[in-house]
């Protein structure tokens, strides 16, 4: 069973006070719907990330049911996920496994998320799965701080390679209208910045922001039924949890990432020569440079060196994060999963702008999410194609 | 008074040795002897009961940074970082740099010693590493 990709659509990023989840979610998945040319009622199925709903707004459960209720999509079934970052990503991968099973049709994929303000106080926003080291200071900072200083070590990744990362992708997100930051940034301006955890400062770290994202997925009988001719394809959506078992982990490169990512590229009869654009989990400017490794983009050790030589940027071998990143487009944590498929249909279907990659017509997003006895939690990895 | 893993896990990651002496308390598998902080009821690599077991808290530094902006009830900067456990377990903690002193960098000896860390509620009293000569 193929399924394609109908129709995308996404809020600005940033922080919006007067915005509520309903009025993020909807503005997104109403935008999603009139690009698909899909009327509401004629969605079967929800699936809705959102990492902090319950924690920031006292909404724990029901997201999902609330964008329906405010779009007008009533007696279909419903799926929230919670996957921290990845939230969004394991949405979008629940309604590619509904549609392949055939279960349904024709879905809507919604990632949201409002960080800018909480009602009342609470913990830090540290995943759920380091609450004890969070009783001894950890924060995701200090996790991607320890990794940057391995790495650096290890294969002499330089700072300003690190660095270069962050400028690069506010490079791109200058031509992204919905980005959060969009003023270009220099390496001095990112080592010149506010240190955060050593050696990390603040422009290597991501915001917090308000947004959401959204995606119109159906599979062939949907786009039969509809009469739609989508032209995007999902090649491939994978999703898995960390490995535990290896305590004495390097922190130079994730296994997750390498299973997920080879599981995708088997899934989809393709390798990452093949991948033409891609999306890479840039929380924090090193881990763009580990995820190129462990995603096949450059041998172990030279990810450093391919974000300096320029080949990840626009106009490079392998554009990457030509939306801005989580760094600069914003990271509101269940939207940035379907926001990282908004940029990857835009780029596969021309309509990128001033960003567009020449020619694209096989992308790869990639998202980590969490962390859990010192292993990430979840990462999840798509691969789209033109039909 | 409360101790490292009473707010998050329901229970003290600390125990009195034999000696008085504070212990971090783990559990050991008794078939293949996979140590964890904190414990596991169950084996992850073969599903067997584990026993409780006290670790003397002695490591080596895998990595260690300097966190600059604290989260809330921390006051900055600390330095933390991954401690593998002679046992076997990695753990995250706090690791004692005083000002002057160098910074802790990976493959550093470390031992474990016990003080209140955090501040206002969120106190805790912690393990806390601190370099010793090699």
């Known amino acids: 069973m193929t399924i394609y990709l109908s129709g995308v659509g996404m809020t600005p990023f940033g ?28 969605i ?12 920031l707004h006292a909404r724990e459960s029901g997201v999902g049911q609330l964008i329906g209720w405010d779009l007008g999509i009533e007696g279909v079934a419903v799926y929230n996920e919670k996957a921290f970052c990845a939230s969004g990503a394991v949405a979008f991968n629940i309604a590619h496994m509904a549609l392949a099973s055939g279960a349904h049709d024709v ?15 609470g913990r830090p926003l540290t995943s759920d799965g380091m609450a004890l080291e969070g009783e001894q200071g950890f924060t995701p900072p200090a996790y991607y701080a320890m990794a940057a200083r391995r790495h650096m070590e290890t294969y002499g990744t330089t700072r300003e390679q690190i660095a270069s990362v962050a400028v690069k992708n506010r490079a791109a997100a200058q031509h992204n209208p919905k980005a959060q930051y969009r003023d270009p940034i220099t390496v001095d301006d990112v080592l010149g910045s506010k240190g955060v955890v050593w050696p990390l400062h603040l422009l290597d770290c991501c915001p917090t922001g308000d947004g959401a994202a959204a995606a119109v997925l159906v599979n062939e009988a949907g786009a039969e039924k509809l009469g739609l001719e989508p032209t995007v394809r999902v090649a491939a959506s ?13 922190m130079t490169s994730f296994s997750l990432d390498r299973s997920t990512s080879a599981r995708a590229y088997e899934l989809a009869e393709l390798g990452p020569s093949d991948i033409d654009v891609a999306e890479v989990h840039d929380s924090f400017s090193v881990a763009e440079i580990i995820h ?33 990143g989580l760094l600069n487009r914003g990271h509101p944590l269940g939207a940035t999963g379907v926001a990282q498929i908004v940029e990857l249909c835009d780029q596969l279907t021309g309509r990128a702008g001033e960003r567009q990659v020449a020619d694209a017509r096989t992308a790869l997003a ?8 010192g292993d990430f939690a979840t990462s999840g990895v798509t691969i789209l194609a033109v039909r | 008074m409360t101790e490292l893993g009473e707010l998050s896990l329901g229970a003290s990651l600390l125990l009195r040795g034999p000696d008085s002496q504070y212990q971090l308390r ?32 002695a490591g080596t530094i895998y990595e260690a940074v300097n966190i600059l902006i604290p989260p809330q009830g ?32 990976h493959g550093d000896r470390v031992q474990m010693n016990v003080e209140w860390i955090g501040t206002g509620d969120r106190r805790v009293l912690a393990p806390v590493f601190a370099r010793v000569a090699t």
């Open chain 1, 15 to 42: 922080k919006f006070r007067d915005s509520t989840l309903a009025s993020l979610g909807s503005q997104a998945g109403r935008d999603a719907l009139a690009d698909a040319g899909v009327d509401p009622h004629a």
């Open chain 1, 44 to 55: 079967e199925m929800i699936a809705c990330g959102s990492a902090r709903s319950g924690m």
């Open chain 1, 107 to 121: 879905a809507l994929v919604v990632g949201v998320e409002k960080m800018s303000s909480r009602e009342g106080a």
């Open chain 1, 238 to 250: 994978v999703i898995g949890s960390g490995y535990y078992q290896k305590q004495d982990r390097d």
């Open chain 1, 292 to 324: 190129y490794e462990d995603l096949g983009f450059c041998e172990p050790g030279s990810g450093g060196k391919l974000v300096e030589a320029g080949e990840t940027a626009l106009g490079g071998r392998i554009p990457v994060n030509t939306g801005g």
């Open chain 1, 366 to 373: 990639h998202i980590s999410g969490g962390f859990h006895e």
């Open chain 2, 26 to 57: 783990a559990s050991i598998c008794p078939r293949c002897g996979d140590v964890r902080v904190p414990q596991r009821r169950w084996c992850p690599n073969d599903s067997t009961p584990c026993d409780q077991v006290g670790l003397s808290g």
């Open chain 2, 74 to 105: 921390f006051d900055a900067p600390f330095w933390a970082g991954y401690i593998d456990l002679d046992e076997g377990a990695r753990f995250f903690a706090q690791i004692a740099c005083t000002e002057g002193e160098a910074p802790p960098r």
